[in-house]
């Protein structure tokens, strides 16, 4: 019993609800992505239709005029499928699909379809499938509704409720065997990152395609899986970077973040996530070229956030400046002075990468110079722990503690590096 394996080639319908004036002007990217995430999951996105105004429909979510004009666009582009950015009620998806005689998707639903889709490793397909069985849970009503609605009475007594508590107990049942499976794997895991103790650790971070697995072949040659689409890869990869045969640090692949990324797969995702919090430095990627760059260095920073490592040392990493107009990119530089700017399609620019993890990470470096600047771009990964030849070079800039992705002019209290007031 999944909720996996939604899709074909369903033709859909996107819908989008503005709650306030402001976030209006924010829907249409929001929408942008959710198209990616509906083609991502094998669907064809034939019209979107928004609610700016007006109150919320406590039973379908929208008001009853734009469920009318959602079944007339339905019926139009001959779709079969509405796809909500919101999250739905149970409640709520039965009535739609009541009312439209249409599937009816939510965003998490959509996400742990793509979650289901790309899942190759026995701890990922555990982990989405304990994903899926938490979702499921509050909505056995949907799978049981022909049966509830059957009258009690001599010979009848609760025929749908009985079936239903059935149910609802081999899920919880399920859910209870599949977090022991996921229980031992995070064992096996923790065994592993003991073999790899006295190696300094940097974990990849950041938005869903912003090229985390294009700038590990850049530091590693991993030859990792590159793909232009949202969660080409769920499992976490760990390689050595070595270049040159320097002192080797291991480069972490985690997998990416989303807006509105379902609690439930933030929670069986955690043991994979773990590898980020036992990192010396987090390496938060970014994709300069995203018209939603802003929007996605908020949602990395509220998910490092949640995930209880808003205090650990961040280098934050502007990937695909290529595709950045100049004006732009001089703005970028500007409001993030501290950062680094790369196109990890271009192998010249692996050197400065490389050299920035190293200072911030402080591994060494007498070891194997790199030529690490010292003109105050790059703090070390540990405050107050820095070698003494480090002391009177090194500003705050890269790291930003509790103001990761922030830009310099911004965060109050802060050096225009990025780093912590003295």
Known sequence: MQVARLLGRERAVLVGVCLRPRECREMEEHLDELKLLAETAGATVVDRLVQDRGAINAATL?????????????????????????????????????????????????ILEIFARRARSREA?????????????????????????????????????????????????????????LERIEMERRERRKSRAGIPRVAMIGY???????????????????????????????????????????????VGFIRKLPHHLIASFRSTLEEATDADLLLHIADASSPALEDQLTTTRATVEQLGLADRSCLLVFNKIDRVADTALR???????GA???????????????????????????????????????????????????????????????????PASRRTGERAGGGRAS
């Open 340 to 406: 680094v700017f790369i196109s990890a399609l271009d192998p010249s620019h692996a050197d400065d990468l490389e050299k920035a993890v190293r200072h911030a990470l402080v591994v060494r470096p007498d070891t194997a110079p790199l030529d690490v600047p010292t003109n105050g771009t790059f703090a070390p990964a540990h405050p107050g722990r820095e070698s003494r030849r480090h002391r009177g070079g090194v500003a705050a800039g890269g790291r930003s503690r509790r103001g990761i992705g922030r």
């Open 331 to 337: 703005r970028l530089r500007s409001d993030y002075a």
């Open 62 to 110: 929208i008001r009853r005029g734009k469920v009318d004009e959602l079944a007339l666009l339905a019926r139009e582009h001959d779709a079969n499928l509405a796809v909500f950015d919101e999250d739905l009620s149970p409640a709520q998806v039965r009535n739609l699909e009541r009312e439209l005689q249409l599937k009816i998707l939510d965003r998490s639903a959509l």
């Open 125 to 181: 397909r555990t982990q989405v499938e304990l994903a899926q069985m938490r979702y499921l849970l509050p909505r056995l009503t949907r799978q049981w509704g022909h049966l509830s609605r059957q009258d009690g009475g001599i010979g009848q007594r609760g025929v749908g409720e009985t079936q239903l508590e059935i149910d609802r107990r081999l899920v919880r049942h399920h859910i209870s065997r599949l977090a022991r499976d």
């Open 208 to 254: 869903t395609n912003a090229g985390k697995s294009t700038v590990m072949n850049l530091l590693t040659r991993a030859g990792a899986l590159v793909e232009n689409r949202l969660f080409a890869t769920l499992d976490s990869l760990v390689r050595r970077c070595e270049r040159g045969g320097r002192e080797p640090f291991l480069l972490i692949d985690t």
